[in-house]
């Protein structure tokens, strides 16, 4: 008898190795390149045997490196390599890194990365795989938007629901992401599609009103019930009012600071917006809430505003603090040197639009 909040796997297991073989031809794995796999206690073994035997068919080596850890969803920066000696020096020496956890944040991974190692993060369920294939197009979509955001020094975000919010951009690089890495030290996840950057240091302020439907895909993997109202002042999050999902989100960041004065928690960190139309905002309503379900799905669908907060090492600031929260927020207005590229959540700029892929 099946348990009601049992969910059948609907993915044969056996199109795993085909799967890994698209995005591992995507992602310009060739013969006789290193294929580092980076595993945890909690990895799916399916994942790794899928991976070999994709680099295998495509005539590269592979090798997996367990570390002896289950990474957190919820916590980032937790390094896993380096500790263990000789672990940093492997996969730096490899062409790509197929990684079964989140490395952001961390420092190893800006180090590997800084040599042209590939990074490939695989996070999401197996149900998930084939639908969130990078579409053809958004690669090109997510470069156009890139430099339409690089060239940005002025960004206010408004929407019905109150936010009115603004920063300014350019101390920092803009990172994108197109849903697999075939570039030198490029990082990727399969399932994204998305842009961001961190904002200049104390230019973030305004009012941020997270409405009820905006995704809280970090640390709850929970639609928001009932308003968020945050105040923010010289890029720090000042007042938070609200029921709630209020008190939630000041208990989560409150606890993650290391001392009554540290204020890093609430620092806005990488602001930016989704492209990828075979992300779902859906996704939590129609596959419930457990995070291996919407790890890309909830983050990258088009046309949200991912807000968050903060670390911005990534960025190469200095903030390391784990009081992170993202939020990607619907129906909002952005507006980049005053030309409006997302008009209450959709995309209004042609070249960022890719059609969707439908999956039968």
């Given amino acids: ?52 035997a994709a680099a295998d068919e495509l005539g590269a080596d592979v090798y997996e490196i367990c570390v002896n850890s289950v990474p957190s969803w919820s916590r980032v920066g937790v390094p896993t390599i380096g500790q263990c000696k000789g672990t940093l020096e492997a996969v730096k020496a490899a062409d790509i890194i197929v990684i079964f956890h989140v490395p952001l944040f961390t420092k190893w991974l800006k180090e590997v990365m800084g040599g042209g190692t590939r990074v490939l993060m695989i996070i999401d369920a197996p149900d998930d795989l084939e639908n969130l294939l990078s579409p053809p197009g958004l690669k090109e979509a997510v470069k156009h938007a890139e430099a339409r955001y690089r060239a940005t020094r002025e960004v206010r975000v408004t929407s019905a629901a109150g936010t009115d919010f603004s920063y300014r951009t350019g101390d920092y690089p803009v990172m994108s992401q197109w849903g697999y890495a075939d570039e030198p030290g490029h990082f990727d996840h399969w399932g994204a599609g998305h842009i961001h950057t961190f904002p200049n240091e104390g230019s973030a302020h305004g009012r941020v009103v997270l409405a009820p439907g905006d995704i809280i895909i970090l640390p709850y993997c929970r639609y928001v019930q009932d308003a968020v109202e945050l105040t923010v002042e010289k890029g720090f999050i000042t007042k938070i009012e609200g029921g709630l999902d209020a008190k939630l989100m000041d208990d989560w960041l409150s606890d993650h600071k290391e001392s009554p ?69 619907r129906d909002c207005t952005i507006t980049l040197d005053n030309e409006v590229v997302i008009e209450r959540g959709r995309l209004v700029d042609p070249a960022m639009v890719v059609p969707r892929v439908r999956i039968l």
């Fill in 1 to 52: 008898m099946q348990h009601a909040a049992f969910r059948a796997q609907e993915l044969n297991p056996a199109r795993l190795a085909a799967l890994y073989r698209r995005q591992f031809a995507m992602s310009k794995l060739a013969k006789g390149e290193t294929v580092a796999c980076i595993s945890d206690l909690s990895t799916r073994r399916e994942y790794i045997q899928a991976a070999f």
């Fill in 261 to 329: 004065e540290d204020m890093d928690p609430f620092a806005i960190s990488h602001l930016g917006w989704g492209l990828n139309p075979q992300s779902l905002w859906r996704s939590i309503a129609q596959n419930g809430d457990d995070p291996e379900r919407s790890r890309a799905a909830a983050r990258t669908f088009p046309g949200n505003f991912l807000f968050s907060t903060g670390p911005n090492t990534q960025g190469g600031g200095k903030r390391g603090t784990r009081g992170h929260y993202d939020v990607p927020m």
